[in-house]
């Protein structure tokens, strides 16, 4: 890191038809009151205006770099963003997000010895910028969080828009898991987590903004069954080195039922095909733990009489039972 600053900053951010809020969130880059070494967006292939905004931007910003691949996902950009860095720090923002003009300058500071990544509050904006009704989320976890994210999920508030990590931390952890189109934050917080502390700014220093193609609005679309799967394989490796808290696996297995009763509430007929197929997919997953899950369809069906049974008398639908 030759001719870097020790508490330098460098900055991924993963676009793909980004055009209408691209700029947005690259003049809350540049307006950093504690400037970026260098801001590394990676193009993804988009096919709309962002290859022109980009351009624009690299006219009027020396410190902006392009880099255009194919597409692959948004952990391959991340990650060939990451490849591209060369500050002690970097920081992740989603093309669609915003920060406020000291996020650098309040997070940095926060990294005393022995935190290896620091992330904030935020807040929610629709797509024109405004706030939405759920407008401050405040983070709780500080210390050592992996048993709580394990147990708890992704509770790094703000997620990957929020969160500064050290580099040689993040070498350390491997980056994001490219196999995964759910939950690769989650994954990479949780690698990060146990090899250090992690520490917060309670402002909300970034605006997460939600729109019919955010990150929140394509993951509630997504069939929960995907979402379960990809979740069992990134708590695979924590099963296999004996360290799920047991909490964890009581949980997966009301997820899995409740998941199987949301399809049969939805579609009764198919639904209950879908159930009886979903053991199937469990005992021939690659992941350990979700073969471990339910010893057979037996022990998988017999929670669904009292289940059923029991959101008939509250009186809501199955899904939320």
């Known amino acids: 890191m030759t001719g870097v600053e020790p508490s330098s900053v460098d900055v991924v951010i993963p676009v793909r038809d980004g055009a209408r809020y691209l700029p947005d969130c690259l003049d809350s880059v540049m307006a950093q009151t504690r400037p970026a070494h260098i801001a590394v967006v990676v193009d993804d292939g988009s096919t709309d205006a962002t290859p022109d905004i980009l351009a624009d931007y690299q006219r009027r ?13 948004l952990p391959h950009a991340r990650n060939t963003g990451i490849a591209r860095c060369r500050a002690p720090f970097i920081a992740f923002l989603d093309s669609d997000d915003v920060w406020a003009a000291n996020k650098l300058e309040r997070q940095l500071p926060v990294f005393a010895a022995g935190i290896g990544f620091v992330y904030c509050g935020y807040r929610l904006i629709n797509q024109d910028g405004r706030p939405g009704s759920r407008n401050v989320i405040a983070p709780t976890l500080r210390g050592h969080v992996l048993a709580a994210l394990l147990t708890g999920g992704n509770l790094i508030s703000g997620s990957g828009s929020s969160v500064v990590v050290r ?26 987590s146990e090899l250090s502390e992690v520490d917060f700014v309670p402002e909300p220093l970034v605006a997460i903004r939600l729109h019919e193609e955010s990150m929140q609005h394509r993951n509630a679309r ?64 690659e992941s350990s733990f979700a073969r471990s899950l339910f010893s057979d369809r037996a022990d998988f069906f017999r929670e669904f009489p009292p289940r059923i049974a029991s959101a008939v008398r509250r009186g809501i639908g199955w899904s939320h039972s």
């Not at 580099?167 to 990060?192: H, I, M, Q, T, V």
């Open 61 to 73: 910003w020396p410190a902006l770099e392009v880099v255009r691949t194919e597409k692959r996902g």
């Open 222 to 285: 997504h069939k929960l069954k995907l979402q379960m799967l990809q979740r069992l394989r990134v708590l695979d490796r924590w099963y296999l080195q004996d360290r799920l808290p047991p909490a964890v696996r009581a949980q997966i297995r009301r997820d899995l039922v409740s998941v199987a009763i949301n399809e049969i509430r939805q579609e009764p007929l198919g639904g209950w095909f879908h159930a009886w197929q979903l053991v199937a997919e469990l005992k021939e997953c």
């Open 167 to 192: 580099a040689p931390l993040l070498e350390r952890a491997g980056g994001f898991d490219e196999s995964l189109s759910f939950a690769e934050d989650w994954d990479l917080w949780l690698r990060l």
